[in-house]
């Protein structure tokens, strides 16, 4: 009998149990196989992440080494503004996606600080960085004077174009001179829309009044960059114009402030004849 239960064990190993264990054996060394492909898998995809970080960084360190070499003006606005954010590995790309997304450097400083914090990326720390920025290249640009002299139109835009540039909404100003073209007070009298400003004929003169100054300019900036004037523009000038008479106050000028140019309603002709023009200059040596 123990022959014959020895004999029929051989017999069932040789059949099924021989084939079961071959089969487990088989799918533990694939399992081994598969997991170990997928490890390795792995390792090569943490070392080309590894490496795009470092080539990132790399990338930012030779913008730093070029600002330094030949200065700013070298760099593009990508460059720029990764510069700006911070010389960690997602800067210069974030840069790119951000100009990529508001369609170009201009379009992005004109958003408010709310739309600047929802940028993906950004956040309240970063925005603040930009708009801080934004805000110190104005200062540079203003004109140090506390009572400047400005006689043409010309250098009435030098004065304005750092107030006005990269505004979101239409504003309107009126500048405040004596007779020797000193500028008495610049005040902003309206705040308006992207594309309009209602203007209080009131609150233009009461700048001049308070400051007792002889004659105004008028000026407003267009956001959309042309500073075409509209017929909207053109006949509240010559209404202005006319209140100015009445009160003894000469309106000089209006400027429509674009981006990087400007248009001046007397180089137009919409303030008189030359000689009207020739008698502020006899006083004041300007206009």
């Given at each position: 009998m123990a022959r014959e239960w020895e004999g029929g064990m051989a017999r069932e190993w040789e059949g099924g149990m021989a084939r079961e264990w071959a089969d487990g054996m088989e799918r533990v060394l694939e399992g081994g196989m598969e997991r170990a492909a997928e490890a390795e898998a792995g390792r090569e995809?943490?070392?080309?992440?590894?490496?795009?970080?470092?080539?990132?960084?790399?990338?930012?360190?030779?913008?730093?080494?070029?600002?330094?070499?030949?200065?700013?003006?070298?760099?593009?606005?990508?460059?720029?503004?990764?510069?700006?954010?911070?010389?960690?590995?997602?800067?210069q790309g974030l840069a790119e996606e951000l100009l990529g997304r508001s369609g170009g450097l201009k379009s992005l400083l004109l958003k408010d600080s709310l739309e600047l914090i929802a940028q993906p990326g950004l956040g309240p720390a970063r925005a603040a960085q930009l708009l801080a920025a934004l805000e110190l290249g104005r200062r540079v640009q203003r004109v140090t004077e506390r009572r400047p002299r400005l006689r043409n139109p010309r250098e009435i835009h030098g004065y304005l174009s750092p107030l006005l540039s990269a505004l979101r909404r239409?504003?309107?100003?009126?500048?405040?001179?004596?007779?020797?073209?000193?500028?008495?007070?610049?005040?902003?009298?309206?705040?308006?829309?992207?594309?309009?400003?209602?203007?209080?004929?009131?609150?233009?003169?009461?700048?001049a009044l308070t400051t007792r100054a002889t004659a105004?300019?008028?000026?407003?900036?267009?956001?959309?960059?042309?500073?075409?004037?509209?017929?909207?523009?053109i006949a509240l000038t010559l209404q202005l114009a006319q209140a100015g008479q009445l009160l003894g106050i000469k309106v000089l000028d209006h400027l429509i402030e674009g981006d990087g140019k400007y248009v001046s309603l007397m180089e137009r002709g919409f303030f008189g004849d030359e000689g009207d023009q020739g008698q502020w200059t006899a006083a004041g040596g300007g206009w």
């Open positions: 995809e943490e070392s080309a992440g590894e490496g795009s970080v470092r080539t990132r960084v790399h990338d930012m360190e030779e913008v730093r080494e070029r600002l330094f070499k030949v200065g700013a003006l070298a760099l593009t606005d990508p460059e720029l503004l990764g510069v700006l954010l911070g010389m960690g590995p997602r800067a239409e504003v309107f100003h009126v500048l405040c001179f004596n007779p020797r073209n000193v500028l008495l007070a610049d005040v902003r009298v309206a705040e308006g829309t992207m594309n309009s400003c209602p203007v209080d004929p009131r609150e233009v003169f009461a700048p105004i300019v008028l000026a407003h900036n267009h956001p959309s960059g042309d500073p075409e004037p509209s017929q909207q523009d």
